[in-house]
């Protein structure tokens, strides 16, 4: 059985951008996942600095859990 390739950063980004530009509101990570049909269970840490960066990804605590937005 062939494993499937690991997706990249840039790929990553995208995914998460356009999921987050379309929702129009602040989502959870579990929301973003499941609309962005992303592997990752949770997001890898480092990749998540990179979209504070590259994006200007801001993630904001709630009593619900963490919200992730763009500016």
Same mark, same amino acid.
């Given at each position: 059985m062939?494993?499937?390739?690991?997706?990249?950063?840039? %790929?990553?980004?995208?995914?998460? *951008?356009?999921?987050? /530009? &379309? #929702?129009? %509101?602040?989502?959870e990570w579990k *929301?973003?996942?499941? /609309? &962005? #049909?992303l592997p990752q269970k949770f997001p890898n840490n480092r990749w998540v600095r990179r979209l504070e960066q590259d994006l200007g990804l801001i993630r904001e605590k709630t009593t619900r859990g963490i919200r992730w937005r763009l500016p």
């Open positions: 062939a494993r499937s390739p690991l997706m990249s950063y840039e %790929e990553f980004r995208s995914r998460v *951008e356009e999921t987050l /530009r &379309a #929702a129009g %509101e602040p989502l *929301e973003i996942r499941k /609309r &962005a #049909a």
